[in-house]
């Protein structure tokens, strides 16, 4: 039982490319989440899925982009990338929105 | 913003030792979780608590609630140095969204 899968798990990039963080889930589980964590900030929820073909804005969706293909799958898409976005990004699911998560190892993407 | 606000940001502690944080948030919740994360590694949930509980135990983590103080408390007893690690809070807000703080580092020393 794999849990939660984030694809890559390290990327570097240079201003201005793009790219798509994968993310997939074998519990079926109906709620997905993307986070990012800086240094001192915790975790900030970019954006949110109650199910599939769904999705919300969190708290820093600025510059970033979601798919919800299924009910399995997650993805983030950064059109333009930023230094800024340099960061340690999280997938999550759960069975419902506000029950316990469980997480993918994180992608750790860089932005030269 | 982020709706909850963990302190302290880092605590040390002897092995054998207790260790507490708390947490503090800003809207009303249906429930709040608290989780661990180890270095370079994803966050492992430990224990979810419901608005209308006020405390809860799960081996040696214990859980506190004050709704009417919007604060949490966790509670690690007989500290391990396998707890040293960073420790977060989470409430669902605005739909059910997860909302994390900052964290409490701890390092338990031998």
């Known amino acids: 039982n794999a849990g939660v899968t984030q694809t890559p798990k390290f990327q570097v990039l240079k201003t201005g490319q793009s790219m798509t963080l994968q993310c997939a889930q074998d519990?079926?589980?109906?709620?997905m989440y993307w986070y990012r964590q800086d240094p001192g900030m915790g975790l900030r929820l970019i954006y949110y899925?109650?199910?599939?073909?769904?999705?919300d804005k969190g708290e820093v969706p600025n510059g970033y982009n979601v798919s919800r293909l299924n009910k399995r799958e997650f993805s983030l898409r950064l059109e333009s990338a930023a230094p800024s976005q340099t960061s340690v990004y999280f997938c999550?699911?759960?069975?419902?929105?506000?029950?316990?998560?469980?997480f993918g190892q994180g992608t750790r993407l860089t932005v030269v | 913003s982020q709706q909850g606000e963990e302190d302290p940001q880092a605590l040390s502690i002897q092995e054998g030792e207790n260790a507490t944080m708390n947490c503090s948030y800003k809207t009303s919740i249906n429930n709040l979780q608290w989780y661990r994360q180890n270095s370079g590694r994803g966050l492992v949930h430990l224990i979810l608590?419901?608005?209308?509980?006020r405390e809860k135990h799960s081996g040696r983590l214990r859980v506190t609630l004050d709704t009417s103080k919007k604060s949490s408390s966790l509670l690690i007893t007989a500290s391990r140095a396998a707890d040293t690690a960073s420790y977060f809070c989470a409430t669902d807000y605005n739909d059910y969204k997860l909302s994390f703080g900052a964290g409490t580092t701890v390092t338990v020393r031998a």
């Open positions: 999550a699911s759960s069975d419902q929105g506000g029950t316990e998560a469980f």
């Open positions: 519990m079926n589980h109906n709620s």
């Open positions: 899925s109650a199910s599939e073909g769904t999705t």
């Open positions: 608590i419901r608005s209308n509980e």
